[in-house]
């Protein structure tokens, strides 16, 4: 009686032990990661700072990270820095703002409608298929070269992955949440809060941080075509000057834009997506 109590105890107690441990394992990952993001980026100037102390870089084709610094500076307190960096936060973010909408209206008419899909989504596959910096010159002739045209390509360089995402989440929704929506009897109104939009969101957020990252990449080539301002203009005059520490600079703003923005969509998916326990979450 006694090796069989002994025997059976320690299975049970092992079983007490490993849901612990494994949640542990799945969540950790998750709380670390803000901080974990900024390991990479800052091993990076360390050695970029490293190799330029000790000579290895040449200074004129890649200035050291204290020579960036100055020049940063000086452009901000004469104010061209500051105000190109304001000029390319609104016209990112007015289009942003235009294919964000774009492509969250359009994903829901075809994922809810058949007539939707038969209508949108092979047009949207049409237009994944065409690169986006293709349309430029067709697109300068339609709206001109100011602000216009600008606006509508970071527009459909982010409406692209959030359309593409957010329709391929709705198409994955179980069809036992619907079925059971309709045994409960629900309205389309609370059918669409109730199951569509918790089963699109994870694919929303991902399209999301698609769009956001395409927003800058975007930037970066149309502030170099027929611009009198932003960051793109100023990395291309300093380009025909041959100013790299200039150059740098604009890069590295780009660069911090693009994690500060991807950073901040990942916190809120984080919170709205709190309910699933995944590696990332």
């Known amino acids: 009686m006694t090796a069989v109590t002994t025997t059976t105890a320690v299975p049970a107690a092992q079983a007490q032990e490993l849901p612990q441990v494994r949640r542990r394992r799945r969540l950790s990952p998750g709380r670390r990661l803000p901080a974990a993001r900024l390991v990479g980026p800052l091993l990076v100037l360390v050695l970029w700072a490293a190799a330029s102390a000790a000579g290895t870089l040449d200074t004129s084709a890649v200035p050291a990270p204290w020579t960036v610094l100055r020049t940063a500076g000086r452009l901000w307190t004469?104010?061209?820095?500051?105000?190109?960096?304001?000029?390319?936060?609104?016209?990112?973010?007015?289009?942003?703002?235009?294919?964000?909408?774009?492509?969250?209206?359009?994903?829901?008419?075809?994922?809810?409608?058949?007539?939707?899909?038969?209508?949108?989504?092979?047009?949207?596959?049409?237009?994944?298929?065409?690169?986006?910096?293709?349309?430029?010159?067709?697109?300068?002739?339609?709206?001109?070269?100011?602000?216009?045209?600008?606006?509508?390509?970071?527009?459909?360089?982010?409406?692209?992955?959030?359309?593409?995402?957010?329709?391929?989440?709705?198409?994955?929704?179980?069809?036992?949440?619907?079925?059971?929506?309709?045994?409960?009897?629900?309205?389309?109104?609370?059918?669409?809060?109730?199951?569509?939009?918790?089963?699109?969101?994870?694919?929303?957020?991902?399209?999301?941080?698609?769009?956001?990252?395409?927003?800058?990449?975007?930037?970066?080539?149309?502030?170099?075509?027929?611009?009198?301002?932003?960051?793109?203009?100023?990395m291309f005059q300093a380009q025909n000057y041959g100013q790299t520490d200039v150059i740098l600079v604009g890069l590295l703003i780009y660069g911090v834009f693009g994690l500060v923005s991807d950073s901040a969509v990942r916190l809120v998916e984080r919170r709205v997506l709190s309910w699933r326990r995944t590696l990332s979450s």
């Open 78 to 234: 004469d104010g061209t820095l500051s105000t190109d960096v304001l000029t390319s936060l609104k016209r990112a973010a007015y289009g942003f703002a235009i294919g964000l909408a774009a492509g969250v209206l359009l994903a829901l008419a075809a994922g809810l409608s058949r007539t939707g899909e038969a209508l949108i989504d092979g047009t949207v596959q049409l237009n994944r298929a065409i690169p986006t910096l293709g349309l430029i010159p067709l697109f300068i002739l339609w709206l001109g070269i100011g602000e216009t045209f600008k606006v509508a390509i970071i527009a459909i360089v982010v409406y692209v992955p959030v359309y593409l995402n957010t329709h391929a989440a709705l198409a994955g929704i179980d069809s036992r949440y619907v079925e059971l929506a309709e045994v409960q009897g629900l309205s389309r109104l609370a059918f669409v809060r109730q199951v569509v939009i918790p089963g699109a969101l994870p694919g929303f957020f991902v399209g999301l941080r698609l769009g956001v990252t395409g927003s800058w990449l975007g930037l970066v080539v149309l502030e170099q075509i027929n611009a009198t301002s932003g960051l793109g203009y100023l």
